[in-house]
């Protein structure tokens, strides 16, 4: 009876450091049959020890990247704690057009750039429990030095303050209870009015209408739906 947008969904999902939305997403991504896919950011920081190339980030050193930037490589970049971020063009607009929902992993600036030039697509902010926590999980980390470490904490301090500029805001204390209120939000986007694209009537509908209409009388066995 209802036809839904079959475009995927632009999934924008954000947080300070040391909220744990790379496992957030992670989840989001082990359901196959969810049909999404992940575009994988750019960046000019250091590759940390879990990294994984190619899946953590694109690493570039920071000449590429600004390379990059003047070729027009880019959906949008910013500059975070003195490294570059960036979401490259390629991709996105052909898996939304397959009807694919595209998670983005951006940075709050980035987001920002994003809404600009997407604002139908869906914002989430990913908050950690408490700052106390967010400062444990930084250290606990042990990738950057006392300083960095830090500069981080003041930066996702900040952050914090920028909720109000998203969709929802989900607080990752278990991860698997976050990971379900973000299904949670994709899945009642998809319900939303303005994805309908049409409402139709199938043959039964189209024949109870007309007894309506007609103002005769029926009963339950005169149609079998």
């Known amino acids: ?6 475009r995927g969904t632009l999934i924008v999902i ?9 496992s957030v997403i992670e989840g989001l991504l082990k359901n196959d049959s969810k049909n999404r896919w992940l575009s994988v ?3 000019s920081r250091p590759i940390r020890e879990n990294d994984i190339p190619g899946k ?3 690493f570039v050193t920071k000449e ?4 990059k930037i003047e070729e027009g490589y880019f959906l949008e970049y910013t500059k975070y704690a003195g490294n570059y971020y ?3 063009k390629e991709f996105i607009g052909d898996k939304l057009k397959a009807g694919i929902d595209v998670i983005l992993e951006i940075e709050i600036e980035g987001a920002n750039n994003i809404k600009k030039l997407v604002p139908e697509a869906l914002f989430i902010f990913i908050m950690p429990p408490s700052i106390k926590e967010m400062a444990k999980r930084l250290r606990n980390r042990g990738t950057d030095s006392k300083e960095k470490i ?3 904490f003041h ?9 109000t500029k998203y969709n929802y805001v989900v607080v990752n204390d278990i991860l698997e209870n976050a990971i379900a209120k973000v299904e949670a939000i994709i899945t009642s986007e998809k319900c939303r009015v303005d994805r309908i694209e049409e409402v139709f009537l199938d043959t039964k509908e189209e024949e109870i209408h007309e007894l309506l209409i007609d103002d005769k009388e029926f009963i339950n066995e005169d149609i079998n739906i």
Do not use: C, D, H
Not at 64 to 67: A, D, G, S, T
């Open 155 to 163: 930066t996702a301090y900040k952050e914090i303050n920028e909720v």
């Open 56 to 58: 953590t980030y694109n």
């Open 1 to 6: 009876m209802i036809k839904q947008n079959s």
């Open 41 to 43: 950011s750019t960046t």
């Open 86 to 88: 960036g979401t490259p």
């Open 14 to 22: 954000s947080a300070p450091s040391g909220s744990g939305k790379g």
């Open 150 to 152: 830090l500069e981080r």
């Open 64 to 67: 590429e990247f600004e390379k």
